[in-house]
């Protein structure tokens, strides 16, 4: 869907990005992951022309974005922002319609483009008529994911976009975004500098530093084979199998042919990560598990997450 | 009861009831001034003089409205920032330059009347409403800006349904310094035979009548008074959107 070939940007005589190369698939949720000024924010400007590409050249489904009308380009493509940016003196409702309205569709059109779109990010209807102000962080950024995705953009562009929430509202919205791209299988192209953000959400990982692509590839192999020290030392190489162990849900590794236990279930959508931490603070080297709906239906055990997890990859 | 409460209606009623009343306040004045012969302005009525005032602060806004406003539009467009400075630096010149020097070296030039006058008063009001239109745009945050390029809208799009609504409440605050300060400055454009309510301040300056001073003084305070409330509703009207900061 986006294509990068030999793309460099310099500013003011110093290479931003330089020589990158990069594929992000059609349906594929990519992740741009790096430090600050590693260049991952201008690469992902450099798709809606916000950033003005200085050497090489950047396809979107297949043409030269140059070669589109600019305005046509941005149409086409969502984007959020980490300030959200929603426009202060337009109602929730507003806001979401700003491409519809730039796209001139009817208002009955919109109006039920809205009403879909707030279902879909789990907006209350009754908040249509407020202004950003009156919103909580996590609403305003609802509201701003909405409005990217509302001319059901080819491409939804992301930059940072939950980094000015709190942890519990940035987890709600993380996994909103998983839904809602398992959901409509967008093209995502997310920028972010929190790693367990990218572990979480990335179907592609690209790690960038000084400019330049370090490594990318699925989240398991950044973490199972790091290209170099760089990798493992972002990645954290004490926290390597926490890391791991969020990458799984607890569904896989659930064995269901022992008979149920007593006590409070973990949910089977729980990373493994999280179930590591319920074993210690039980005590208890088997839990069992439930469906999400509650339903007990067989255990896991502590054991099976040091055999399997890292066993598997070190043989695959 | 809210509307009864409205300083803005009374001010208002206060003012006409002036301009009715002032006409029939010759023997109040005599009392106060025993001394001066005529002492109730009467070669022009007082409500003539207001709408000659008003006219003449209607136009000489106007037109420092579109002056300022459009050049710190222009100058805060990427291809308008080079001259950004030099447009700062005429406008601050423009407002140094006191009004009645101006109007001395207007008048040789274009005559007397209230030609002179509308210059020196658009030359006096344009620095606040640019340096309003600047400050207002400079205050759009950059995210807004941002989303609004990245979203697709065109140039035009981002100036008429972003950046102007957004600046909107900082630059009616400079139109609002600027027609004030318009009001009172527009009395000296009698000095060079403009019809104002500064016709009988200057008439009774000249001739120590302080009573023409007064009733001059009066009204002009009083207009500029009613018209800073009404900018102060504008500006709320403007206001609901945006955060309580």
């Known amino acids: 869907m986006i294509e990068f070939r030999h793309v460099s940007k310099i500013f003011a005589g110093v290479p931003a990005v330089s020589d990158l190369n990069l594929e992000c698939k059609t349906g594929a949720f990519s992740v741009l992951i790096g430090t600050s000024g590693s260049g991952k924010s201008t690469t ?62 009817s208002k009955a059109k919109i109006t039920a483009r809205i009403d879909e779109l707030m279902a879909l990010l789990g907006l209350d209807p009754a908040l249509r008529d407020r202004y950003p102000h009156q919103l909580s962080g996590g609403q305003q950024q609802r509201v701003g994911v909405a409005r990217a995705l509302a001319a059901d953009p080819e491409v939804l562009l992301m930059d940072e976009p939950f980094g000015a929430l709190d942890p519990v509202t940035r987890g709600a919205l993380q996994q909103e975004m998983i839904r809602i791209h398992r959901l409509l299988g967008r093209t995502i192209v997310l920028v972010t500098h929190d790693i367990d953000e990218a572990l979480q ?17 699925t989240p398991l192999e950044m973490l199972t084979r790091p290209a170099n020290d760089f990798v493992k030392d972002f990645f954290g190489r004490s926290e ?8 799984h849900q607890v569904k896989a590794w659930v064995r269901t042919n022992e008979k149920p236990l007593p006590g409070e279930p973990l949910s089977e959508e729980l990373t493994l990560r999280e179930a590591l931490s319920a074993f210690v603070a039980r005590q208890s080297d088997v839990l069992p598990v439930a469906t999400a709906d509650g339903v007990p239906y067989g255990t896991l055990h502590f054991s099976d997450l040091l055999t399997t997890e890292i066993a598997r990859e070190r043989h695959s | ?110 005559g007397f009347g209230k030609e002179p ?111 800073d409330r009404g900018f102060e509703r504008l500006a709320q009207r403007f206001n609901p959107h945006r955060p309580a900061r």
């Open chain 1, 201 to 217: 959400l990335a179907d592609h990982l690209v790690l960038m530093d000084n400019g330049a692509i370090v490594q990318q590839g």
């Open chain 2, 1 to 110: 009861m809210n509307v009864i409460r409205d300083p803005l209606l009374w001010l208002t009623a206060a003012f006409i009831a002036l301009l009715v009343l002032l006409p029939h306040s010759a023997g109040l004045f005599s009392a106060l001034f025993p001394q001066l012969p005529r002492p109730l302005y009467q070669q022009e009525t007082f409500i003539a003089l207001t709408l000659a005032h008003f006219e003449l602060v209607g136009i000489s806004s106007l037109l420092a409205i579109v002056l300022g406003l459009g050049a710190g539009i222009i100058v805060t467009r990427p291809g308008g920032s080079e001259f950004r400075p030099l447009v700062e630096t005429i406008a601050a010149v423009g407002q140094t330059f006191p009004p009645v020097a101006v109007l001395a070296i207007a008048v040789p030039v274009i």
């Open chain 1, 240 to 247: 390597l199998g926490v890391r791991l162990l969020s990458l």
């Open chain 1, 44 to 105: 992902l400007k450099m798709i809606n022309r916000l950033v003005e590409h200085d050497e090489g050249t950047i396809l979107f489904a297949g043409e030269e974005i140059r070669s589109l009308p600019v305005l046509e380009l941005r149409r086409r493509m969502g984007y959020a922002i980490q300030s959200i940016g929603l426009f202060p003196h337009w109602t929730v409702a507003q806001n979401i319609a700003t491409v519809l309205q730039l796209q001139k569709w």
């Open chain 2, 117 to 227: 006058a509308v210059i020196a008063l658009v030359l006096y009001g344009v620095l606040p409403i640019l340096q309003g239109t600047l400050a207002g745009m400079a205050a759009v945050p950059a995210g807004v800006q941002d989303v609004a390029k990245g979203m697709g809208m065109s140039d035009r799009q981002r100036l008429l349904k972003v950046e102007l609504p957004l600046a909107a409440p900082v630059i009616i605050a400079g139109i609002r310094t600027s027609v004030i300060i318009n009001i009172g400055t527009a009395t000296i454009a009698s000095t060079v035979g403009a019809s104002t309510l500064g016709t009988p301040i200057i008439i009774g300056l000249s001739g120590f009548n302080t009573a023409y001073v007064i009733q001059g003084a009066i009204l002009v305070a009083l207009a500029a008074i009613i018209v």
